[in-house]
């Protein structure tokens, strides 16, 4: 936003909820069909409320890809409204509340650290590796495999990605998430030896030539803030006040933690096995607040409660707000395009073609 738009969406930050409501509304019945408002399942309840569709990372790229609505304003973080962006036609346009959520995962790689590492790895390797980054990064990151027979992933198809990867290489480069990929591909039945992690800042990733020989997944050291926040200390205190409680958390989560879980999965994991608990059970979840007090709400037969007791939220996506949006969705109808979402077509072509190898993955 330029200096004119943060004063209009500061004085849009003074509307009651009601004309905030009013306003969004009368925007959403005269665009019709030709918007679609996308919410991740981490909004706070009045942003989700508005969503025509909501889901996690995957669902919401599987629901931009397939839409034919003209305009798509993504209540998410800034890497989802690129990924919307690329995953689209051209003729639709991405927008997003507020360009400046970002996201402190995507943040912990950069492009030139990546390739450095990768020179490095290709230098010393004979083995095909194969790139995998979380959905959870830039344009360039996607790009990046694209270009050097690579996928994007996201916590809902990280396993499938992985046996993907490994049907084409016996080495596979993972980032910028170690704990998804550490967490998955342990899960597969690869053990701790022949996982390594690359600090960027150490040569050759602070490892040695033959670590890197024996290696299977090389793991970037990179996380989630939100989901670090969740510790094995939370896990045993809570099992010492409740031995029946059961622990459900995402894979962003530390390996301790998700070796102490009942069970382990992405967002729409976590909805799905809460759904199909059974009344009465009681349920800790790692992962963003807003989503597990929504699952309070719509399961009041069970006990549910977030792992930790000072309930852990991004900030990021608190940064898109019923204000935010009610401006974004009134300069749109205006004809003004703020806040639009563009991917270079440089880096547009092999993201796509990254993109897509994950959306034709087999769950």
């Known amino acids: 936003m330029d200096d004119k738009d943060n004063l209009m969406a500061a004085f849009y930050q003074e509307l009651s909820p009601k004309e905030i409501e009013r306003r969004i509304t009368t925007v959403r019945s005269r ?7 996308l919410g991740h399942h981490y909004m ?85 590796i194969i790139p995998i980054t979380y959905v959870n990064s830039g344009a360039d990151m996607k790009a990046f495999c694209g270009k050097n027979g690579g996928l994007v992933c996201t916590s809902s198809n990280a396993q499938a990605a992985l046996q993907w990867a490994f049907e084409r290489g016996r080495k596979v480069f993972f980032f910028p998430d170690q704990h998804l990929g550490r967490n998955t591909a342990y899960a597969m039945g690869i053990p701790l030896e ?52 059961q622990i459900l958390v995402h894979p962003e989560c530390s390996f301790e933690v998700a070796q102490m879980a009942d069970s382990m999965g992405s967002t729409a994991h976590i909805i799905r096995v809460i759904e199909e608990a059974a009344a009465g059970s009681h349920w800790a979840i790692a992962t963003e607040k807003n ?16 792992l930790q007791l000072s309930e852990p939220y991004c900030r990021t996506m608190a940064q898109i707000t019923t204000a935010k949006l009610a401006y974004q969705l ?28 994950m959306l034709e993955l087999v769950l």
């Open 194 to 245: 022949e996982m390594l992690l690359w600090n960027p800042e150490k040569e050759l990733g602070g490892n040695s030539e033959a670590a890197v020989q024996q290696a299977r997944a090389i793991l970037w050291q990179g996380y989630c803030d939100v989901h670090q926040e969740f510790t094995p200390s939370d896990v045993r205190e809570l099992r010492a006040a409740d031995p029946d409680i």
């Open 330 to 357: 009134e300069q749109l109808e205006k004809g003004n395009r703020i806040n639009q979402v563009v991917v270079s077509q440089e880096l547009r072509e092999p993201a796509r073609l990254a993109l897509d190898r």
């Open 44 to 128: 706070t309840d009045g942003v989700i409320a508005y969503a025509d569709q909501r889901g996690d990372s995957f669902a919401l790229a599987r629901m931009a890809a397939r839409t034919d609505a003209e305009y798509i304003v993504f209540c998410g973080v800034h890497f989802m409204a690129e990924t919307a962006d690329i995953v689209t036609d051209l003729h639709q346009k991405i927008f997003i509340p507020d360009p400046s959520a970002g996201c402190f995962l995507a943040d912990c790689a950069r492009m030139t650290d990546v390739e450095k590492a990768w020179h490095q790895l290709q230098e010393r390797s004979e083995e095909k």
């Open 31 to 37: 665009l019709g069909d030709s918007l679609l408002i």
């Open 291 to 306: 989503l597990v007090n929504r699952l309070k709400i719509a399961h009041p037969d069970k006990r549910i409660q977030v």
